[in-house]
């Protein structure tokens, strides 16, 4: 057995099933070991961004890490940002990106780079085996590093000639350490400040975006009157009829304010102390309000869900959360505008759906909207690296293959990554990609009014207008091998989801409309 079947055959024994690849030259003999372990499902990705996409949404999905497969440094570097997106969801993965055997990295060749200086901007563990012995013993470790708690990438630079040797050995599988719990003595504090009596917000986020979470957090609302607000990007929120829904965090620093405003005590559980997104001149960065304390219920990291059950068991076992019932909105007609695409989602959504969300400027009327909708699981791109949408959908739809996905994505996001379509019209997925076209960087004129001032029009400015020429996408998406439709009004969306969602396999829908004023 050579060093690549050990890694592959020692990641298929420690819960692997998957392995999203874009490889090369120096992968080849773990492209082989693919082929010999029939246990890790091989999926190929046109683009390195496409690849760690994918692995970020089967692991959200999933609750276990994929394995991507990359080419040397440069191929690293092209799926850097959706790994950024990755780390910031706090995914598992496995990382394994091939590099040259030590005696030709000496002599510098084209493609050599310093792997491990750029794998270890993700934060996570990085190994690199010197022998085919160890390759396996390094892919057990690094699978259980990988669902380390909150989830870390953990990256496995396999050298070429680890690939190709003989002598490797399959290495045992490693258990993860369990997530650490919350001391008691924390959540009896947080009891104490919460019946004081000043005005409170409990911010919630990462696991206890789940129902769990997020039915505990509604019965400390139910007992104690304090405001639960959502983190402004949690990587599965679970929502719809029956599960309790909050406001999310707001994106700028005067609308965090609003919502802020007056509140004593700031709880915080599974997520970080609320912070701006940019930096804005005379903004404050941390949007805690001056005088207000901070208290920590649960670390990134840390047990959050029963740290919120046991604090909602303290204030009052007997307290129910709220509710919201069953209702959709009705159908909109007439020409599509930036807020009632999203009624025509929410009056058709289907039950179970996995909606992935990258629409960016045009996402504020989604919530309202499905929140009457049959239950379903949403996934957002949480490190502001455009591009993600498309390729989540793949992974989840992988990972839930009995569950229609939906993605709804901006058009200035879709190009980064379009690619993704061929991998969806290869694997067969059951994905709906509504792309949202106001052909134009919307939110850069946004951020204009906050950053730059009205002086002078973002509008007139080039650099966020993407006409001239005009991307087609229905031909794009038809070049990539996926049926594609356009829409212009309310009727027209709804007969063409309609349709997407009882058709099998992927399909693209362009709804075109004016940016948001």
């Known amino acids: 057995m050579n060093g690549a079947e050990a890694v592959l055959r020692t990641l298929a024994g420690s819960g692997i099933e998957v392995c999203f690849a874009n490889p090369g030259t120096t992968e080849l003999h773990l492209v082989r070991a693919l082929d010999t372990v029939p246990e890790v499902r091989p999926v190929l990705g046109l683009f390195e961004g496409v690849v760690t996409g994918a692995a970020d949404g089967y692991a959200r999905m999933a609750g276990r890490p994929a394995a991507t497969l990359l080419h040397l440094g440069p191929g690293l570097g092209h799926g850097m940002a959706n790994l950024h997106n990755t780390r ?115 911010v919630v986020g990462g696991p206890a975006g789940r129902e769990a979470g997020l039915r505990a957090a509604g019965r400390i609302a139910a007992s104690t009157g304090v405001k639960v607000l959502l983190e402004t990007y949690t990587p599965r929120l679970e929502h719809g009829a029956g599960v309790p829904s909050f406001e999310r965090l707001a994106s700028y620093p005067e609308q965090v304010a609003a919502q802020l405003d007056g509140v004593e005590q700031v709880i915080v559980a599974g997520t970080k102390v609320p912070v701006s997104f940019f930096a804005y001149p005379g903004k404050p960065s941390c949007l805690v309000p001056p005088g207000a304390n901070t208290q920590i219920l649960a670390e990134v990291g840390q047990d959050a869900v029963a740290a919120l059950t046991a604090l909602a068991d303290l204030l009052d076992p007997a307290s129910e959360p709220e509710l919201p019932g069953s209702a959709r909105p009705p159908l909109p007609t007439g020409p599509l505008t930036a807020t009632n695409w999203a009624e025509v989602i929410g009056a058709l959504l289907p039950e179970r759906a996995i909606v992935v969300d990258e629409t960016i400027s045009s996402r504020g009327a989604l919530a309202a909207a499905t929140v009457g909708a049959p239950r379903h699981d949403v996934l957002t791109q949480c490190g502001g690296a455009m ?78 207008d993407l006409t001239g020429p005009t991307i087609d996408y229905v031909k794009l998406a038809e070049g990539f091998g996926v049926p594609a439709s356009r829409a212009t009004t309310a009727e027209e969306l709804a007969e063409q989801f309609s349709r997407a969602l009882r058709e099998p396999g992927p399909h693209v829908i362009e709804a075109i409309f004016p940016p948001v004023a």
């Open 387 to 464: 591009g993600e949408g498309m390729p989540l959908a793949i992974g989840a739809a992988i990972a839930a293959p009995d569950r229609p996905v939906v993605t709804l994505e901006g058009d200035g996001c879709a190009v980064y990554t379009l690619s993704a379509l061929w991998t969806q019209a290869r694997e067969n997925l059951d994905i709906t990609n509504v792309v949202l076209t106001n052909r134009s960087y919307a939110i850069l004129r946004e951020e204009w009014q906050h950053l730059v001032g009205t002086d002078v029009d973002p509008e007139s400015n080039s650099l966020f």
């Open 88 to 202: 910031r969801a706090n995914s598992p993965m496995v990382n394994i990106v091939g590099d040259h055997p030590s005696r030709h990295r000496v002599q510098d060749p084209p493609l050599e780079s310093d792997i491990a200086a750029v794998a270890g901007t993700l934060r996570g563990p990085v190994r690199r085996p010197e022998n085919p012995a160890g390759a396996g013993p390094d892919a057990a470790s690094a699978y259980a590093e990988a669902l380390e708690s909150p989830g870390q990438i953990a990256t496995l630079i396999m050298p070429a000639d680890v690939s190709w040797s003989d002598g490797g050995l399959v290495g045992e599988p490693v258990p993860a350490r369990p997530v650490p719990t919350v001391d008691p003595a924390v959540i009896n504090r947080i009891c104490t400040v919460l019946r004081g009596g000043e005005r409170a917000v409990l």
